[in-house]
């Protein structure tokens, strides 16, 4: 597997782009190099990192939005206010749940085009994601 002559940059790669629109399974990659015996704590740190910098690029993008450009392809103003309140209503928390796919990556655009405040939606971001990791790990490690 390239992953492997990769080393620990193949895990961060791999992770980063699990968190892009790229269907990668990121949960799948730790589970490989912790079969191959590379210690839990590097693999969960590496692993985390790399997925929360991907989940970070995805607000990012989200923030480059335009609301001009939603209208100009047809997005109906109820259906943006609507979102947008959703977004003010839950808020930063909502970034918890980007790990969950298909919608984690959303999510995350969708916080970052409604511009809700990076440094909460951030650490909700890492804290979902890391603890998926860590279930996954003690799952594989005590099942």
């Not at 990192?49 to 100009?72: D, E, M, T």
């Not at 970034?95 to 085009?113: E, M």
Request: charged share 10%.
């Amino acid at each position: 597997m390239a992953l492997e002559s990769l080393g620990l940059v193949g895990l961060f790669l791999a992770t980063f782009l699990s968190a892009t629109i790229l269907p990668f399974s990121s949960e799948a990659i730790l589970l490989f190099f912790l079969t191959k015996g590379v210690d839990p704590t590097i693999c969960l740190s590496i692993s985390t990192l790399g997925n929360s910098l991907g989940g970070a690029s995805n607000y990012f993008i989200g923030r480059l939005g335009n609301p001009l450009w939603l209208k100009r392809i047809g997005v109906k103003e109820n259906t943006i206010t609507k979102n947008e309140k959703w977004v003010i209503k839950y808020g930063s928390p909502i970034a918890f749940f980007s790990w969950i796919p298909f919608i984690g990556d959303p999510l995350l655009v969708v916080l970052g085009y409604f511009r809700s405040n990076p440094i909460p939606t951030f650490l909700w971001m890492i804290v979902g994601k890391f603890l998926r990791y860590l279930l996954l790990y003690l799952v594989y490690y005590y099942w």
